[in-house]
C-alpha cells in the first residue's frame, strides 16, 4: 500500500482520503435515519473513489518522482480545488444552499480557519461531523506537509534557524533531493504522525465525554482541539470548567512542535523547558491573563463587586483559557468569559484577542499567525543591539544555533514580518473596496490571515456574520485564508528560479 502511494500524484492521494473521510458521516446519519444526508455522503464517497481508481490505473506507477518544489504546488493548488469535491455532499445535504457559499465553508474549514456562513440548526448533525472531520483532516495536512514540505525548503518557520536559503533548502542537501524524496518524505512523516494525531483526539474525545459533554459534541471539539480549527456545532465547549482544563491542556500541542514530533532530538520535560517557542507560549499565557484580570478587576472596583471571590477567580481563568485559545488560532471562548463581563461591565478587549491570533503558535503545528519562533527571533536580535549600544565591543554568546536566530533567523523573520504587514495593508483596503468599514476590514483581515475565524465574532463591538458579506468580500476572505494558511514566503518560493532548474 506504501508503495503504491509513492507512486501516485500528491493530488490523488489527497482525493482518495477526502473520498474515504465522507463515509463516517454517511454512517452516523444512517444511524439517526437521517437517510438523505446519508445517501450525499455516501454515493460522493463512491464517485470519487471510483476517479481514484481510475485516476490510479491511468498512472499506473508510471507518475515521476518529482522533488519537494511538485508537492508544494500541489499543496498551493489544494486549498483552492479540494474544497470543490469536499463540498459536494456538504451542498446535497443542505438544501437551497449556493455552492459558492459550500466551496468558502470547506475552504474555512480546511485552511482550519473555522468560519462559517451557516446557522448551527440549520445543519443536519452529519454536516457538523463532516465540517469537523475537515477541519481536522486540515491539521494534519499543515502537520506532515510542513516537515516533510516546507522544512526542505526552509519555509514556514524553519528559515529561522535554518543556515540556507529560503526555498533553497531542497536543492543543497543532496540526501533530501536524491535519496528522500516529498513523496518518500510525505508518506514515512504521515506513517509516523497519524498514530499521535488520532491517539491525542481519541484521548481528547473520550475526556470531554467523562466530563459531560454529548459524544457528537465531544468528537467535533476534539477534532476542533487539535487542529485548532475553532469549529463547532453551537456557540463553543459544553463541558464545563472540567473540558476546559482538557482543551487547554490539548492546546499546548500548538505552541511547539517539540511536544509531538521526533524531527528534533532530545525531546522531554528538560527540552521543553528550554524551547523558546513553548518559553514565549507560557510568557505570554502568564502576562496577558493577569492583564485582562486586573483590567476586570478595576472594572469591578467601580461597581463596589471586588470582593466576589468566585467572580473574580472565575474571570482569572476565562482571560487563561481564552488567550491561549486565540494565541494558537483556535478560537475557543472560555464560559467564564462572559461571567467576567458581567462582573466588571467591561466590554470584550478586541485588541487584545487580535494581537494573539497575529502572534500564533508554534512553527509546524496546526496553528496559524506570524509564529512564535519568528518573534523570539525578534526578540534576541532587539536585546542583543541593546547590549552593543551598552558595550559595542561585546560579543554574543550562547552558541553558533542561538547566533544565528539572533543574526540570520531574525532577519528573515523581519523580512516575513514585513510582508505580513503588507498583506495586512492590501487586504484591508481590499475589504474597504467592498463598502465594509474600517473596523470590520480591520479585523476580517487578520481572521483570515491568522486562520482564525471566530475572531470575527468577539473582537469587533458588535459580531460580524460571515452570511452578511458580499460574494467579492468573501472571495477577499478565501484569499487570505489560503495565504495564512501557506505563507507569504512558501509563495514567493515558488517563483525562485533555482527551484524549479533540473
Known amino acids: 500500500m506504501r508503495r503504491l502511494f509513492s507512486r501516485l500524484p500528491f493530488a490523488v492521494i489527497l482525493i482518495a482520503l477526502g473520498a474515504v473521510a465522507m463515509l463516517p458521516p454517511a454512517i452516523h446519519a444512517f444511524s439517526l435515519r437521517d437517510y438523505d444526508t446519508a445517501r450525499a455522503f455516501f454515493y460522493s464517497a463512491i464517485l470519487f473513489l471510483l476517479l481514484f481508481a481510475l485516476l490510479s490505473v491511468a498512472f499506473g506507477g508510471r507518475f515521476p518522482q518529482k522533488r519537494v518544489r511538485s508537492h508544494l504546488v500541489t499543496l498551493a493548488a489544494a486549498y483552492v480545488l479540494l474544497p470543490v469535491m469536499l463540498a459536494v455532499p456538504f451542498h446535497e445535504s443542505v438544501p437551497a444552499t449556493r455552492f459558492f457559499g459550500v466551496w468558502f465553508e470547506m475552504a474555512s474549514c480546511l485552511t482550519t480557519t473555522g468560519a462559517t456562513l451557516f446557522a448551527p440548526e440549520r445543519l443536519p448533525e452529519a454536516v457538523h461531523l463532516w ?5 481536522w483532516l486540515g491539521g494534519f495536512l499543515t502537520w506532515v506537509t510542513a516537515i516533510a514540505i516546507l522544512a526542505p525548503l526552509n519555509l514556514g518557520g524553519f528559515e529561522v534557524v535554518s543556515g540556507e536559503e529560503v526555498g533553497e533548502g531542497a536543492a543543497t542537501v543532496t540526501q533530501i533531493t536524491r535519496v528522500a524524496d516529498g513523496s518518500e518524505r510525505l508518506l514515512r512523516f504521515s506513517w509516523h504522525l497519524a498514530p499521535v494525531y488520532f491517539g491525542l483526539t481519541l484521548a481528547l474525545w473520550i475526556g470531554l465525554i467523562m466530563a459531560g459533554a454529548e459524544p457528537l459534541n465531544a468528537v467535533i471539539h476534539a477534532m476542533s482541539t487539535l487542529a485548532t480549527s475553532g469549529i463547532s456545532p453551537g456557540e463553543g465547549p459544553e463541558s464545563g470548567l472540567v473540558g476546559e482544563a482538557l482543551i487547554f491542556g490539548f492546546l499546548i500541542f500548538a505552541v511547539s512542535r517539540m511536544t509531538f514530533s521526533g524531527d528534533v532530538a532530545g525531546r522531554g520535560p528538560r527540552r521543553l523547558r528550554k524551547d523558546p517557542e513553548m518559553q514565549m507560549g507560557a510568557i505570554i499565557v502568564a502576562l496577558v491573563p493577569l492583564f485582562l484580570f486586573l483590567r476586570h478587576w478595576a472594572g469591578a472596583y467601580d461597581v463596589a463587586d471586588e470582593s466576589n471571590i ?11 483559557f481564552t488567550t491561549l485559545s486565540f494565541l494558537t488560532t483556535t478560537g475557543f471562548v472560555s464560559e467564564a468569559w462572559d461571567t467576567a463581563r458581567d462582573w466588571s461591565g467591561l466590554p470584550t478587549p478586541g485588541l487584545v484577542l487580535m494581537g494573539l491570533s497575529l502572534i500564533g503558535g508554534g512553527v509546524a503545528t496546526t496553528a496559524g499567525g506570524v509564529k512564535l519562533l519568528r518573534i523570539y527571533a525578534l526578540y534576541k536580535h532587539g536585546v542583543r543591539e541593546m547590549e ?7 560579543v554574543g554568546g550562547a552558541g553558533t544555533a542561538a547566533r544565528r536566530i539572533r543574526r540570520k533567523g531574525a532577519y528573515v523573520a523581519w523580512i516575513f514580518f514585513m510582508l505580513f504587514a503588507i498583506s495586512i495593508a492590501l487586504s484591508m483596503g481590499a475589504f474597504a473596496l467592498t463598502g465594509l468599514s474600517f473596523e470590520a476590514s480591520t479585523v476580517l483581515t487578520i481572521a483570515a490571515l491568522s486562520t482564525t475565524g471566530p475572531l470575527a465574532e468577539v473582537a469587533a463591538a458588535a459580531p460580524i456574520v460571515y ?10 476572505f478565501a484569499a487570505g485564508m489560503v495565504l495564512g494558511r501557506l505563507e507569504t514566503l512558501a509563495l ?4 525562485n528560479p533555482d527551484l524549479w532548474r533540473s
Open 492 to 495: 514567493i518560493a515558488l517563483f
Open 131 to 135: 465540517r469537523a472531520i475537515v477541519g
Open 467 to 476: 452570511a452578511d458579506l458580499t460574494d467579492a468580500a468573501l472571495a477577499i
Open 388 to 394: 552593543r549600544l551598552v558595550h559595542p565591543n561585546s
Open 310 to 320: 468566585a467572580a473574580g477567580l472565575g474571570a482569572l481563568w476565562g482571560a487563561v
